[in-house]
């Protein structure tokens, strides 16, 4: 989600952060709690996943250039069902709430944020059209042509989660495609 803007612009939004590097598997929000932090992955892969019924969904896979955030709970400053997981070492560039709360208030940040929350709900509105009309093999499929890093860089239990399928159905789809 990148957009073109001055370089002064882009000084201003840095200066309220920090890079941050995270272990493989580190939790950044747990459910059940607040987002603190706004984060975008520099390097490395994460996933944002639902808590339901002593079980995780992958609601998102997030790579470079991705927003990994509870972004329901940074907003709303409320507890979710969400916890956001690093699936590899990650590099990130990190704000905390408070102060992506002043950025946003200021002219430029409010544009940066804006264009945050535009990415963010036209990914979903896609990934729910897509959820919705199209099956987990054809989803798979797509992945395979278009995002070979996904399956290369995510662990298969998060990938079936985020078809909506078991593990042993996504063994099952994979063999039917070799």
């Known amino acids: 989600p990148y957009f073109q803007a001055p370089l002064e612009v882009w000084e201003s939004f840095t200066s309220h952060g920090e890079i941050v590097e995270t272990e493989k598997n580190e939790v950044l929000k747990k459910f059940g709690e607040r987002e603190k932090s706004f984060h975008i992955i520099l390097k490395g892969s994460g996933g944002i996943l639902l808590y339901n019924n002593n079980n995780y969904i992958c609601t998102d896979l997030c790579y470079e250039g991705d927003f990994l955030v509870d972004y329901l709970s940074l907003l709303s400053n409320q507890p979710t069902q969400l916890e956001v997981l690093c699936f590899e070492q990650c590099?990130?560039?990190?704000?905390?709430?408070?102060?992506?709360?002043?950025?946003?208030?200021?002219?430029?940040g409010r544009i940066i944020c804006q264009t945050a929350a535009e990415s963010l709900f036209i990914h979903k509105q896609n990934q729910q059209i897509e959820i919705l009309s199209k099956t987990a093999e054809q989803r798979y499929m797509e992945i395979l042509r278009n995002q070979r890093h996904i399956l290369q860089r995510t662990p298969d239990k998060y990938i079936a989660s985020y078809l909506g399928i078991t593990p042993e159905s996504l063994s099952r789809i994979r063999k039917k495609t070799v």
């Open 91 to 108: 590099r990130l560039f990190k704000i905390i709430r408070q102060d992506f709360i002043k950025l946003a208030q200021t002219g430029y």
